[in-house]
């Protein structure tokens, strides 16, 4: 059992809270560091797709996780990045630049679809992100001149001066991007601002009377989420090489959804869980599919069953994700064998009062 | 000197008169309390300082400073802090977090120092931390601090919210029923707090309350309202015989 005896504030506000935490990440760290020079190629491939959702699936635990805001048009904010990324590089702007300014064309868009989000809630405010994901799939498709329509774009290999970002090159490209974004959410999530969105999501009249700003934080969420959602479309983008608006569907906003989900929404290690499994899931389906009887295993779209009866399966079984059990299971070793059966029990709200409207 | 006055507050839903002509100042300093049978309009007054609702009628004052059209969350800027009748706590977040959001009044630095957490942000972290740890030290807090509040039996959870408006150091606390739901004990308890939050805070409490006899332990003036309207209003003795306010509360004698 572990005992954290706290001496001064410092403690509780700093990022690494345990000396063992140091230790894990900056292993897990060293690992991925390391990855390029051990792991064959195609790995280092999926891994750099795991780095790029996990930028986005960030930005989603902040809005979902966080804020209590559902968006079914996510996809959007990353077409917007992937294609702003593709069109920029194509008229000469360094990569670094072009990544930052497709994340604040996202960022811009979010604050746009934020504005309504400000009045609608829940289901609502899924229907409204969800039709705006069509609108933008639409338009993509549409403004030929632009985005080259139902025919694609072509994505320019990325240079950074003078060398061109490949294989092992862009997947620690990723991993640092991934780095940055994921220091930069801790920070707003322990800071007065964190606390205010988590605020919202549990209760927004208190919250209000304590002087969170409902209309302002919440469109903070939307722009912050939207720009990380950008920043992953434009690395999305280098990965695919080639665009065309189906990739950017429905599809792809609710597989992100799924994947905090999966992952554990309220947790940023979620987002990053929920990559790797979203990742690797349809990589084990493929494998698996040749030892399976014939009548399962060559069955046309085995993938969205088996995805969906995962995410039926973590809804009904686990609604905290992968990083929710894991916790479990540690403070169950932890406390082994003293672990009474009783401290994971969800509880339940017997007691329900209107809620002040 | 007062603090706050309300002045000829109206507020209709529709053909509803909820409140009705409602005017009283609360002297700085004092317990001013509410009192009336259901339905009187007590918490829609709450409402209406806190401006979740907008009165149809008539003007509200803190200190002089007109804020009938505020913003709801410039009230607390303002220095109005306020608790609700059936508890709206962060459930998902610990007794430390939850008090600490009562600072969030005193945020100055923009986003942009957030994301980098820069010496600023972390000066004014520690400060709110030590502003909290005050107000955990004088409602006995100690054993909550980490827990999550959707964990915590009633009681203490009531003792929270207090503390979540405390932490906002307002100059005017509005409390909906302090002691609802509440045994005798933790009762008696809140009635000390709050004669301490007078006392050591300088704060000026209104408050909701029905338990006739935490109402008469702390406060300095009644007010009885029936059916969106003031009855009396007087010292806590006055109030409690006044003949309208009996009939109000035990009907008339056939």
């Not at chain 2, 977090?97 to 820069?118: I, K, P, Q, S």
């Not at chain 2, 107000?135 to 509040?149: A, E, M, N, S």
Request: charged share 15%; with cysteine.
């Amino acid at each position: 059992m572990h005992f954290d005896f706290k001496k001064n504030y410092r403690i509780d506000i700093r990022l690494i809270k345990r000396g063992n935490q140091a230790f894990w990440y900056g292993l897990l760290l060293l690992g991925l560091l390391l990855a390029p020079a051990v792991l064959p190629k195609y790995f280092v491939a999926q891994m750099t797709f795991i780095l790029i959702y996990s930028v986005i699936g960030a930005g989603l635990v902040v809005l979902t996780g966080v804020t209590g805001l559902v968006s079914l048009g996510h996809a959007a904010f990353v077409a917007v990045g992937a294609y702003a990324q593709a069109i920029l590089m194509a008229r000469g702007v360094p990569l670094l630049v072009s990544l930052a300014l497709s994340g604040a064309l996202a960022a811009m868009l979010g604050l746009v679809v934020g504005l309504p989000a400000l009045r609608l809630r829940g289901l609502y405010l899924a229907i409204a992100t969800f039709s705006f994901g069509f609108i933008v799939e639409i338009l993509v498709s549409h403004w030929e001149s632009m985005t080259g329509g139902n025919s694609g774009l072509s994505v320019p290999t990325p240079t950074l001066w003078g060398v061109a970002v490949t294989g092992a090159l862009f997947y620690y490209l990723c991993l640092v991007v991934l780095v940055l974004c994921l220091l930069l959410v801790l920070n707003v999530l322990r800071s007065p601002t964190g606390r205010a969105l988590r605020a919202i999501r549990d209760s927004e009249v208190s919250a209000q009377s304590m002087g969170v700003n409902l209309a302002l934080l919440k469109t903070y969420s939307f722009v912050l989420s939207a720009a990380l959602a950008g920043l992953g479309g434009a690395l999305y983008a280098h990965v695919m090489t080639y665009l065309s608006p189906e990739q950017f569907g429905l599809n792809l906003s609710i597989e992100l959804l799924m994947m905090v989900v999966i992952g554990g929404v309220v947790w940023l290690q979620g987002a990053v869980l929920g990559a790797v499994f979203v990742i690797a899931l349809p990589q084990a389906i493929a494998v698996i599919k040749d030892y399976l009887p014939p009548a399962i295993g060559q069955q046309t779209g085995l993938q969205p069953i088996v995805f969906g009866l995962v995410i039926l399966f973590f809804v009904l079984v686990e609604p905290t994700g992968l990083y929710g059990r894991w916790i479990k299971v540690r403070t169950y070793l932890e406390l082994f064998p003293l672990c009474p059966g009783s401290v994971f029990v969800r509880e339940r709200h017997f007691l329900r009062t209107e809620r002040l409207k | 000197m007062t603090l706050l006055r309300a002045e000829h507050l109206t507020v209709r839903f529709g053909g509803l008169v909820a409140v009705k002509d409602v005017s009283f100042s609360v002297e700085s300093g004092q317990i001013f309390c509410i009192i009336g049978p259901n339905g009187a309009g007590k918490t829609t007054l709450f409402n209406l300082f806190s401006r979740i609702y907008a009165p149809s009628a008539g003007r509200m004052l803190l200190d002089g400073v007109d804020f009938t059209t505020l913003p709801p969350h410039r009230i607390a800027q303002l220095g109005i802090a306020r608790t609700f009748q059936n508890l709206e706590l962060f459930d998902h977040a610990t007794v430390l977090e939850n008090l600490l959001v009562g600072r969030h009044r005193f945020r100055r630095h923009g986003f942009l120092a957030e994301t980098g957490f820069d010496q600023v942000v972390w000066q004014a972290e520690l400060e709110s931390r030590r502003a909290v740890e005050n107000i955990i030290d004088f409602l006995d807090l100690h054993r909550f601090r980490d827990t999550r509040v959707g964990a915590l039996p009633y009681g203490v959870r009531k003792v929270i919210e207090l503390g979540r408006a405390l932490c906002s150091q307002p100059r005017l606390l509005l409390l909906d029923e302090p002691s609802s739901g509440l045994n005798a004990e933790e009762s008696e308890d809140i009635g000390y707090w709050i004669l301490d939050i007078k006392r050591h805070f300088g704060i000026t409490v209104l408050m909701i309350e029905h338990d006739m006899r935490l109402m008469g332990q702390v406060s300095d003036r009644v007010l009885a309202l029936n059916e969106g309207s003031v009855l009396a209003e007087g010292s806590v003795q006055e109030v409690q015989s006044h003949p309208q306010v009996i009939e109000a509360y035990l009907g008339v004698q056939a």
